[in-house]
């Protein structure tokens, strides 16, 4: 006879325990065990939340080298069949061999469920035949548990789901994810209700009354508008004369845009929106062109402003030297139309979607044994219950946004139709974006700063991890299951349109380790740098109103305090948009910060001394972000990866 020690781990999470009887079957290259029952002095004990128990399993010949486990569970008599959630089942073979099998799976079932041993195989490696049989099953069971979904043609698909407990059970909030989401919620709604504010209809008769909109939630930047927007705006060319943007006649215009000092902010993706209606009223959104000029103290300042695309004797331009509120009424219309382009295109679309795109193409395509899944899936959490929840609260019929922001309704999903027309691969490559918007040299820019940084971080790290798997270009082309991966990527998340760059198969390692630091880059970084910030920013409502209830000023001299508070959102609206924002800006307790990994599925040394060699990389750069921070009168803290999530999980 000979002894296997069998020691099994059980999630520290809330519900992870099973009383049930656990049965357990090692498979390896010279055979398979007889499923036995695993039992403990400990008793039921064994396989409660957080518990570490160890078996002694004797078979009378040796295994070979182990390639499964099979667990399953069966309910004591008169007891219910329970759910557990194993962490993982760690094996010592008798020549002292330790072999990994990563689980992180609920099984609330009796059917035998099997798990691979940790080393990372591709399909064209795995040559064990029940290994392989358990791989193509395991595909096809998440086939049917990860279906794709059309939510509104002409946007990226999504998962198949009638509520979250219709997801499957491992992609779900955990129990403290969902009750600090939901008292979140509550608490912040109850409190505008106290107040009177959630039915009021009214507008808004004094600029100093929207302070009392969650005064005791006011963050250290609540209220300040510079250049570390939540949006990191595109800039591009805008035809004006000298003598309307430098009318002391201190700067050439052509001089200034040959110097690089020119910018310009164009909104065009809102132009002809059909807009919602609000308590009855019809409401604007305008598609501005923002002019925009660095100055000789490094500071970028707005010069001109034009409301709509086309120039017209009704849409004149809009300069500093005018009037207070003429001003000031050119600049509330742009940041309303900033807050859609915002939320719609570069937070909505860019992050939120595409994240649910990789994330439900990895779980259909790519099997728990692959280093790609074991390398992504913990930028995969809570992606999916967070972005139905928001299908179904936010954008929705009778959703927050749908009900309360100009944008609304049909306007949305023109907006996020065109948005998604406009994405070139290039714009989701932060080194690329940023030398296409040319704004490199762009003074103040932490944006820029840090998602560089983090980029080269994320990369660096994705280098190591894939050529240890990928040695030539060739094992790359015959990776089916990668080339399922990116082909369903291609077709459900950019429907097969011809968007610039965006690649249907993966040719190369290069190409492969560019793909997968832009799928992890959208998902932890770019989500928190366009999500982050926006209570900070949005608090105060005329800076990034959420609707505007009167047209724009057609001449000049005519804004005065009245008009721009008709103008600007009822009460209602206003404190159901902050809502939105305060609750879409809180941590949960349970947040992972990038590149903390708490689930242990990579088995070799070399790809775990990476992942430990990148916390320490991200550690040196938040210390390096705070440093900075230090002298910044308002602090850039949203990509210092200390505040990153892995995963788009708000």
């Keep these: 006879m000979v002894d296997y020690e069998v020691t099994v781990y059980t999630a520290n999470r809330t519900a992870a325990t099973t009383f049930n009887n656990v049965f357990l079957k090692l498979v390896g290259t010279n055979g398979?065990?007889?499923?036995?029952?695993?039992?403990?002095?400990?008793?039921?004990?064994?396989?409660?939340?957080?518990?570490?128990?160890?078996?002694?399993?004797?078979?009378?010949?040796?295994?070979?080298?182990?390639?499964?486990?099979?667990?399953?569970?069966?309910?004591?008599?008169?007891?219910?069949?329970?759910?557990?959630?194993?962490?993982?089942?760690?094996?010592?073979?008798?020549?002292?061999?330790?072999?990994?099998?990563?689980?992180?799976?609920?099984?609330?079932?009796?059917?035998?469920?099997?798990?691979?041993?940790?080393?990372?195989?591709?399909?064209?490696?795995?040559?064990?035949?029940?290994?392989?049989?358990?791989?193509?099953?395991?595909?096809?069971?998440?086939?049917?548990?990860?279906?794709?979904?059309?939510?509104?043609?002409?946007?990226?698909?999504?998962?198949?789901?009638?509520?979250?407990?219709?997801?499957?059970?491992?992609?779900?909030?955990?129990?403290?994810?969902?009750?600090?989401?939901?008292?979140?919620?509550?608490?912040?709604?109850?409190?505008?209700?106290?107040?009177?504010?959630?039915?009021?209809?009214?507008?808004?008769?004094?600029?100093?009354?929207?302070?009392?909109?969650?005064?005791?939630?006011?963050?250290?930047?609540?209220?300040?508008?510079?250049?570390?927007?939540?949006?990191?705006?595109?800039?591009?060319?805008?035809?004006?004369?000298?003598?309307?943007?430098?009318?002391?006649?201190?700067?050439?215009?052509?001089?200034?845009?040959?110097?690089?000092?020119?910018?310009?902010?164009?909104y065009k993706q809102m132009d002809g929106v059909k807009t919602n209606t609000i308590n009855d009223e019809k409401q604007y959104l305008m598609a501005p062109l923002v002019l925009l000029h660095k100055t000789p103290d490094d500071k970028l300042m707005p010069i001109a402003i034009q409301l709509k695309q086309k120039p017209a004797e009704d849409n004149p331009i809009f300069l500093p030297s005018d009037s207070e509120y003429d001003w000031l009424m050119a600049k509330i219309f742009v940041r309303s139309a900033d807050f859609s382009e915002h939320q719609l295109n570069v937070h909505l679309l860019r992050t939120h979607l595409l994240a649910e795109v990789f994330a439900v193409s990895l779980l259909r395509n790519v099997p728990m044994v692959h280093p790609l899944h074991k390398l992504l899936i913990p930028h995969t959490?809570?992606?999916?219950?967070?972005?139905?929840?928001?299908?179904?609260?936010?954008?929705?019929?009778?959703?927050?946004?749908?009900?309360?922001?100009?944008?609304?309704?049909?306007?949305?999903?023109?907006?996020?139709?065109?948005?998604?027309?406009?994405?070139?691969?290039?714009?989701?490559?932060?080194?690329?974006?940023?030398?296409?918007?040319?704004?490199?040299?762009?003074?103040?820019?932490?944006?820029?700063?840090?998602?560089?940084?983090?980029?080269?971080?994320?990369?660096?790290?994705?280098?190591?991890?894939?050529?240890?798997?990928?040695?030539?270009?060739?094992?790359?082309?015959?990776?089916?299951?990668?080339?399922?991966?990116?082909?369903?990527?291609?077709?459900?998340?950019?429907?097969?349109?011809?968007?610039?760059?965006?690649?249907?198969?993966?040719?190369?390692?290069d190409e492969l380790i560019k793909f997968v630091t832009m799928v992890i880059f959208t998902g932890s970084a770019q989500h928190a740098a366009v999500n982050g910030g926006q209570f900070d920013f949005g608090s105060w409502m005329p800076n990034t109103p959420i609707s505007l209830q009167l047209p724009p000023p057609t001449k000049k001299g005519e804004a005065t305090e009245e008009t721009m508070l008709k103008t600007l959102p009822d009460v209602n609206t206003t404190v159901q948009g902050m809502a939105i924002m305060w609750l879409l800006s809180q941590q949960s307790s349970d947040f992972a910060p990038l590149g903390q990994y708490s689930e242990d599925h990579f088995s070799e040394e070399t790809p775990r001394q990476m992942m430990a060699n990148f916390k320490k990389e991200l550690a040196a750069l938040s210390a390096a972000i705070k440093e900075r921070n230090k002298t910044l009168e308002v602090p850039y803290t949203y990509l210092d990866p200390e505040e990153v999530e892995n995963s788009v999980a708000i």
């Design 32 to 266: 398979e065990s007889e499923r036995k029952r695993l039992l403990s002095l400990r008793g039921p004990s064994a396989f409660v939340r957080g518990a570490v128990a160890s078996f002694t399993v004797s078979y009378p010949t040796s295994l070979g080298k182990l390639v499964l486990v099979e667990l399953d569970k069966k309910p004591l008599f008169l007891f219910p069949e329970d759910s557990w959630f194993p962490a993982k089942v760690e094996v010592k073979s008798p020549d002292g061999e330790i072999y990994n099998f990563p689980v992180y799976r609920w099984i609330s079932d009796s059917k035998v469920h099997r798990f691979r041993e940790g080393t990372a195989l591709k399909g064209f490696e795995d040559s064990h035949q029940l290994g392989r049989y358990s791989r193509e099953q395991e595909l096809k069971q998440r086939q049917k548990d990860y279906c794709w979904d059309v939510y509104v043609e002409g946007i990226p698909h999504c998962i198949k789901a009638d509520g979250p407990l219709s997801l499957p059970a491992e992609v779900r909030f955990s129990f403290t994810k969902q009750t600090e989401f939901l008292f979140t919620k509550i608490t912040g709604l109850a409190e505008l209700k106290l107040k009177g504010l959630v039915d009021n209809k009214t507008n808004w008769t004094n600029i100093d009354d929207i302070d009392r909109v969650f005064w005791f939630k006011q963050t250290d930047i609540s209220g300040t508008d510079n250049l570390h927007k939540v949006n990191p705006t595109k800039l591009d060319n805008l035809p004006v004369t000298d003598k309307m943007v430098f009318p002391d006649g201190c700067c050439s215009l052509a001089e200034e845009i040959k110097k690089g000092n020119i910018f310009l902010c164009d």
């Design 381 to 509: 959490r809570y992606t999916l219950q967070i972005n139905f929840l928001a299908r179904n609260r936010l954008i929705s019929e009778e959703g927050v946004f749908t009900k309360f922001s100009a944008s609304g309704g049909e306007g949305m999903i023109t907006i996020l139709r065109r948005s998604l027309s406009s994405v070139t691969y290039s714009s989701l490559c932060v080194p690329e974006d940023i030398a296409e918007r040319g704004v490199k040299d762009v003074p103040n820019f932490y944006y820029r700063d840090d998602a560089l940084r983090l980029w080269d971080t994320i990369n660096r790290f994705v280098r190591g991890i894939l050529t240890y798997y990928y040695k030539t270009d060739a094992e790359v082309q015959q990776d089916s299951e990668l080339q399922k991966w990116i082909l369903d990527i291609f077709e459900h998340g950019f429907l097969s349109q011809p968007c610039p760059g965006i690649p249907q198969k993966l040719t190369t390692v």
